[in-house]
Every structure is written in C-alpha cells, then in structure tokens.
T-cell receptor, first 114, second 112 residues
Framework: DAMVIQNPRYQVTQFGKPVTLSCSQT?????MYWYQQKSSQAPKLLFH???????NEADTPDNFQSRRPNTSFCFLDIRSPGLGDAAMYLC?????????????FGPGTRLTVL | GENVEQHPSTLSVQEGDSAVIKCTYS??????FPWYKQELGKRPQLIID?????GEKKDQRIAVTLNKTAKHFSLHITETQPEDSAVYFC???????????FGSGTQLTVLP
C-alpha cells in the first residue's frame, strides 16, 4: 500500500553526468513537489506541479528540470550534477492545497556525486 | 514570501520530561501549520497540524498551540520517550504561494 514511491533509493553518478530521479504516487493527488535536503537542513523546495501547471522556485538552478507526464509520475532531471548537488531528494504530494493539506513524502533518493 | 523561524536548534530532555519547540512566521495570510518528525535517513512524517481557525490541538502526548496575533506556534511533547528522539520541523503554508516553508529544524534527544 505504498503511497509515494521514489526510484532509485540510492543513486551514484559522476560529476557532469546527467541523472534522472523518479517519483510515482497512488494517491491521485493534484500536486507533486520536489525537495532537496542536505544534511542537518530543512527540505528546500525546488519546484512543484499543480496538475500540469509547473511552478519553479526563483533560486532553483537551471541545472534542475522536471517533467510530469501524467498525474501519477513526476521526474527530476539533473543535467550536469556538481559536487554540491549531492543530497537527499524528496518527492511529496498533496491534494489541492487550497487551505493547506498534508504533504505525503516519499522515502527519498540519496544522490552521491563522484 | 513566508519566513519561518524555529527554536531551539537542539534540545535534550530526560525521559519522562516535556519538550517544547517554538516557531514564528511572517506571513499573516498563512493558514496551515504542520509539524514533521524526521528520523535519521528517513522521510519527514506528519505528527500533528493546526489550522489558523484553531488555537490548540492535541493528540495523545503531542499538542500544538497557535497564536495568530503574535504569529507563533509551538509543539509540546509530554512524557517524552527515547523513540521521540528525531529532528522536528515546523512549517507554515501560504495559500497564495501554495507551498510550505519549513523551519530550520530541532534535533530532539531524549536521554534514558
């Protein structure tokens, strides 16, 4: 009965080698979020989709892109990973946020950049 | 945009004592305030939340209070247990931005 699934759980890539992280959900939620979390820090929102409406945070580097081909799936593409991109990447979903709704987090993908 | 400040950054308590974590927010339009618990290497998990039309909410040993006038909210954990040890994040939700802004986190350690 997994609700938010992320693959892979661990990803190792080389400096500059593109990588794609995936997220899927069985909750049929409108909104999907991608967060970056570095050690001992709060999750930092990179972008989110409200249905097909893409919302990029102002300080999200151009190196980070996202795709949402359908309601269930969302992808995070890192075009040229740098050492500073090593982090935990968390996907989350929520119903129409309107007045605020719980965000359900996936287990995360731990990205290592060599 | 919203700014959420959280204190303290670390908190150690003896098992059985109470723990209090405090947050302030800046956007008076924020209307939803969740608290997440994150154990090492795991996902954040919602433990309690409160909406702006409520002043207090309780769930067993956990309670949250909200003061809209002062723009602060607090998490109270009573009768702490070693399994309460984790990082706790408060957050504020801005309806206009449709996103959560997290506080910086509190590392809670419950000493046996």
């Amino acid at each position: 009965d997994a609700m938010v699934i992320q693959n892979p759980r661990y990803q190792v890539t080389q400096f500059g080698k593109p990588v794609t992280l995936s997220c899927s959900q069985t909750l049929n939620h409108n909104v999907m979020y991608w967060y970056q979390q570095k050690s001992s820090q709060a999750p930092k929102l990179l972008f989110h989709y409200y249905d097909k409406d893409f919302n990029n945070e102002a300080d999200t580097p151009d190196n980070f892109q996202s795709r949402r081909p359908n309601t269930s799936f969302c992808f995070l593409d890192i075009r040229s990973p740098g050492l500073g991109d090593a982090a935990m990447y968390l996907c989350a979903t929520s119903r129409d946020p309107g007045q605020g709704n719980e965000q359900f987090f996936g287990p995360g993908t731990r990205l290592t950049v060599l | 945009g919203e700014n959420v400040e959280q204190h303290p950054s670390t908190l150690s308590v003896q098992e059985g004592d109470s723990a209090v974590i405090k947050c302030t927010y800046s956007d008076s339009a924020s209307n939803y305030f969740p608290w997440y618990k994150q154990e090492l290497g795991k996902r954040p998990q919602l433990i309690i939340d409160i909406r702006s039309n409520v002043g207090e909410k309780k769930d067993q040993r956990i309670a949250v209070t909200l003061n809209k006038t002062a723009k602060h909210f607090s998490l109270h954990i009573t009768e702490t247990q070693p399994e309460d040890s984790a990082v706790y994040f408060c957050a504020g939700f801005s309806g206009s931005a449709r996103q959560l802004t997290f506080g910086s986190g509190t590392q809670l350690t419950v000493l046996p």
